[in-house]
């Protein structure tokens, strides 16, 4: 359910409200044309009137989560429990090449080579002390000091310590284990409290177990699957942030949130006696190839194709653990949804052919799987 625009209900026009007022004082027998005492006497009360009518409606909206902004968005979401999500740190893994009796200490700062807001190197710090007894590689995770999606840096980013370590020779990033997220939005904030309020809690059915695991850091989406190995067992399956399928991480973090080891024990969110195990979705690739592309005067194909991937992968998010209301179906990937976002995108004058994975049928997408943008060739 969309968020709609607030109607006023108490709110009217200068000229309605002192329209009224005039007729009031012309039935008590008082000259109010314009110019005349009472005329002037009652022009500067319409403006003040209209604001404490603009004041009335702000505080009738403010109540209700279809129309609040905010901090009053807020209120109502504490209502049904539920509080704003805050931004979150980027966290990462680095793979250190040092030398036998190299220690980084918990808390060790390393910055990237990337500025933020204040043209500052971005700060990350060290999640636990890694010891090399031999020399050798070893997996570092690292936190970023800043919160939101700066630090949400592309893998292979350049990494120094600081103050440096002797001894330390490679240092080659991973990427990311859980992607930052800004704070939530109004929009988003609406999103959860609607569907909290359509789907209220019953103590652990799948909608419970989908806000349950959406509750944890780095998930964006979550699908569930009720005993997909028997009775009393449940499956999860994530999406991170960017609505591909979840890191290991964030996995974990999940598992351990809802049913620590999947025993079904009780001892995280989902009830007793539910085995609930949590996976990352299967990544469904859709690649695409393009033939015979001609571009407009002046267009650049770098520009031409980024614009083509940026619609393409929105268009994917849209589909992601998506079914079909009527039939349950996992939604598929449209060929001809694609064809129309290749043939729109601005800078390409014309192309020959488009097949998505070999073909132009549509793809299937199997209720495990999260589509997402593969490779694009031929623009």
Not at 76 to 102: M, Q, S, W
Not at 254 to 262: C, E, K, S, V
């Amino acid at each position: 359910m969309a968020r709609n625009n607030f109607q006023p209900v108490f709110e009217e026009t200068e000229t309605a409200i002192r329209d009224r007022m005039i007729a009031k004082v012309e039935a008590d027998g008082w000259r109010a044309e314009p110019g005349d005492f009472m005329y002037d006497a009652v022009a500067p009360s319409p403006a003040e009137i209209k604001q404490l009518q603009i004041n009335q409606d702000t505080i009738l909206a403010s109540r209700f989560a279809l129309y609040a902004e905010g901090s009053d968005l807020d209120d109502c979401l504490y209502d049904v429990g539920l509080t704003r999500i805050g931004a979150t740190h980027n966290k990462r893994a680095l793979l250190i090449t040092a030398d036998a009796g190299v220690n980084i200490p918990l808390g060790q700062q390393l910055y990237a080579v990337v500025l933020d807001a204040q043209g500052q190197p971005l700060k990350f710090t060290a999640d636990a002390a890694v010891n090399w007894a031999t020399s050798t590689a070893l997996t570092l995770n690292i936190t970023c000091q800043a919160v939101g999606t700066i630090g949400n840096l592309a893998a292979g980013s350049q990494f120094v310590l600081q103050p440096s370590i002797p001894g330390v020779r490679i240092i080659a990033d991973q990427g990311t284990t859980i992607l930052a997220r800004d704070p939530e939005t109004d929009e988003e904030a609406w999103e959860r409290y609607d569907f909290k309020a359509t789907h209220p809690d019953t103590g652990g059915n799948k909608y419970d177990l989908q806000r349950w695991a959406q509750e944890v850091a780095g998930v964006g989406k979550a699908k569930v699957i009720p005993r997909w190995a028997g009775v009393n067992t449940s499956k999860v399956l994530l999406a991170g942030l960017d609505l591909t399928p979840a890191t290991t991480q964030v996995v974990n973090d999940t598992q351990a949130y809802l049913d620590p080891g999947a025993t079904g024990l009780g001892d995280g969110k989902v009830p007793l006696g539910n085995a609930c195990t949590v996976a990352a979705a299967d990544n469904l690739a859709v690649n695409i190839v393009v033939t015979g592309a001609q571009y407009a005067a002046g267009a650049i194909a770098a520009d031409v194709k980024a614009a083509f991937q940026t619609s393409v992968k929105a268009y994917l998010k849209e589909l992601v653990f998506e079914v079909d209301p009527t039939t349950k179906i996992p939604l598929p990937v449209i060929y001809n949804k694609i064809y129309g976002l290749l043939a729109f995108t601005i800078g390409l004058k014309s192309f020959s052919t488009l097949t998505i994975n070999g073909g132009t049928a549509d793809l299937t997408v199997t209720q495990t799987e999260a589509p997402t943008l593969g490779t694009v060739t031929g623009l």
